[in-house]
């Protein structure tokens, strides 16, 4: 954990069971730090202040970002695998997978946009691959099927 007022490492975090760590995710309001694992691929969050691991959950695998939406209590994993979960907080300590999407294989890069975060606005969040590059769709509408390897995801 790094102290941003002295730009100092204040604690390091051993990551138990899990390796390959990569995209990372803060709830800085909730005090809890989202770390995606590659090895094997799971979610495991923290609590800030002490560093202790107070949940775990399984996610898609080869994990390249992981978005939190703060005002829907929300993360994103998006991953090379071919897929991306959205994932609900039940309470400060629990969390679980809503939704896994199919992407393209591959199409491991997301966007998150703060917002369109309302009730009908995708997750924000949306690995897209068509057409041999990278677009931003933030325009994009609520919801949208599989097309040419595009897709988000809607709230529920």
């Not at 990551?15 to 979610?43: I, K, W, Y």
């Not at 998150?112 to 949306?126: E, H, I, N, Q």
């Amino acid at each position: 954990m790094v102290d941003r007022q002295r730009g100092v490492v204040a604690s390091t975090w051993p990551l138990e069971g899990v390796a390959a760590n990569f995209p990372m995710a803060l709830d800085e309001a909730g005090h809890r730090l989202f770390v995606a694992a590659r090895r094997p691929s799971r979610l495991p969050a923290y609590e800030t202040e002490s560093g202790q691991r107070v949940d775990e959950l399984k996610i898609c695998g080869d994990a390249d970002d992981l978005f939190f939406n703060r005002q829907r209590q929300q993360l994103c994993a998006v991953c090379g695998e071919g897929r991306f979960d959205a994932v609900q907080q039940r309470d400060a300590n629990r969390r679980f997978v809503m939704e896994r999407v199919q992407t393209s294989r591959g199409a491991r890069t997301g966007r998150f946009v703060p917002g369109l975060s309302t009730s009908r606005a995708p997750l924000d969040a949306m690995p897209l691959r068509g057409a041999g590059r990278w677009r931003d769709c933030s325009a994009a509408p609520a919801r949208r099927s599989a097309v040419h390897g595009r897709h988000e995801i809607a709230a529920r």
